[in-house]
């Protein structure tokens, strides 16, 4: 049970520290207890935490001119989750071509492997069975199609196409990073069949990649970016940016939010925001994350039947485990060691540490790592 947490470590209830290289799923990007977020936060408490969305915000104001400006979006839909976001741009998608006199164009193309979610839209789009079981029927008008291949969208895409929603690494799925030029490809797709391109970029967004967009490496512009998880830095909080072509698309009255970008949410964005400038996050998840790449590629040649594949790009590495072995044996070895990591996919293990990490405290979970490598346990019966 953990019970508090200063920059890259967090403490148990015994007192016992773990060098924390998952950050709550990648969440608390500067780490736990930054004094900026902490001071931003406690301040905003004693002014004003809540208006709903009856009336705007200093905070949220100031946060949404700071995103566009960073993201080069026109307009900003504040949420409370990285699920919420998918849902608002599910419905922001639909009614952008309603609006345009197009009630046909419903359709929505997601890829298998992707994870947006799990209320009943947004899991939907989530490309993975065992997350739709026993729920019945997923929305109308859903489709998914292979990750990274072109063709295959390409004959899915038609005018009753609505929009295409893709992650640029798929975390959930096993940290799969998009092929060279596949962003690139599906921007021109959907311009070809006047499609909407919306971006998942909830865990590859605000820096984790080395850049503020995963999708600025591709040089690639969506029409809808959703962002969540690090915007925060663990305080709650999800941002639907869109282009000004889709800034009227839901009009007064069609969507809303009740705590959705409340003053102490935006507070402590701003507070990410401004640790981005000054610390250089995405300089440092650019640095440290080809540090830590390069060390699991080093794994992959030390331990060839243990670990099979290294990837990624920026803080957002996986390290795919052999079918022998029992990802969840390697989790536990490592906490007992002192090292906290999460799983993504089947057997990947997820590097997401907060942006703040040093290439000393990557070493110190390699080293870790590598020891539990060395001693991996095996299952039985391979892993499908
Ligand atoms: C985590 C995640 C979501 C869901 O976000 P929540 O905040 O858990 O609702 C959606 N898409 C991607 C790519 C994610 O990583």
Known sequence: MLARGEGCYVFDTEGKRYLDLYAGIAVSSLGHAHPGLVAAVTEQVSRLIHTSNLFYSDKTAELAQKLCARSGMARVFF????????????????RFHYGKGSCERQHIVATWSAFHGRSMGAVSLTGQPKYWEGFGAPIAHVSHTKYGDLEAMARRLNDQTAAVFVEPIQGEGGVLPAPEGYLAGLRALCDKVGALLVLDEIQTGVGRTGRFLASEHDGVKADVVVLAKGLGGGVPIGAILVGEHCAGALPVGTHGTTFGGNPLAAAAAL?????????????????????????????CEKYPAVAVAARGRGLMCGLELAADIDPRGVLGALRDKGVLLSTAGDRVLRFVPPLVVTSAQIDEGIAALDEVLSAAPRVVAPQK
Request: charged share 25%; glycine share 14%.
């Open 79 to 94: 949420c409370n989750s990285g699920t919420e976001g998918i849902e608002g741009a599910i419905k922001l998608v639909r």
């Open 271 to 299: 507070a990410v925001l401004r640790a981005y400038e000054e610390q250089d996050l995405a300089g440092n998840a650019a640095r440290v994350g080809e540090h830590l790449l390069s060390k699991l590629r080093g794994l």
